[in-house]
C-alpha cells in the first residue's frame, strides 16, 4: 500500500488492486489538486458552507465508485466501513449540525482510519464501531475540524500504530484560519519532524510498534 498526501483532507491511498482518493477539494484553497487516478472516492463532509469544496469528484480520473456515507461497502476486495459524526455547529445550515463520515478502510490487510471533518473527540459508539486502527489520518488544524488538543485526545482513544497528520495550514496556500502542523507536533511532545513524500507500507508487520507520527509533503495527484 502506498499512501501520498494532495493536501487538505485529501490523500490518495493506491491498494494492489485499486486506489482511493478521500475528500477531492475545489481549487478554492489555491492550489490544485491535480487529476488523481481512482477507483473509489469517499466524501465526508455532508454539510456546512464549505461542504462543496470537499465534493470535487469530478477532479479524479478513472470513473471511480463514490462513496458517501456511512454503511458497509465493498468496491474491488476493499472493505469500507463509514461511521457518522453529527457536531453541533451554530453556522451549520441544517438544525445547527455538520454531518461527517469517518471512514475506515481494509486496503492490503491493513485498516486506514480518515477521520474526514471529525469536530469534536470521538463517543464510546463511534470507538467501538471503528474497531482497531492501523493507519489513522487525523486532522489537526482547527477551524471547523478539530486542533492539536483534541486530535490528541482522539489519538490516544484509538491507539494507531501510526498517525498522518492532515487539514492544517500550508505556505502559499488559502488556509490561513487553520494551525500549522507545527502545533500538533509540539502537542504531541514529539522533535521536529521532516515530511516524506509518500507512505509505504507492506503489510502489518512493516507498522511501529508504537505511535509514530508522519508528515507528509502534499503533492499533486
Known sequence: MEISYLGHSC????????????????????????????????????DGDDSADHTNVDGVGGEPRVVDGPGEYEISDILIYGVRTAVRDESAKEGGYRLNTVYVMDVDDIRVCHLGELADVLTADQIEAIGNVNVLMVPVGGGPTIGAKRAVEVISQLEPNLVIPMHYRIAGTRSENL????????????????????????AKNSLPSDIQITVMESKRG
Open 179 to 202: 494551525d500549522p502542523v507545527d502545533r500538533f507536533i509540539n502537542e504531541m511532545g514529539a522533535k521536529s519532524i521532516e515530511p516524506v513524500p509518500k507512505v509505504t507500507l507492506n
Open 11 to 46: 490523500f490518495r491511498i493506491r491498494g494492489r488492486d485499486t486506489a482511493i482518493v478521500t475528500d477531492p477539494f475545489s481549487n478554492k484553497y489555491g492550489y490544485p489538486m491535480g487529476k488523481p487516478q481512482a477507483g473509489i472516492v469517499t466524501l465526508s463532509l455532508r
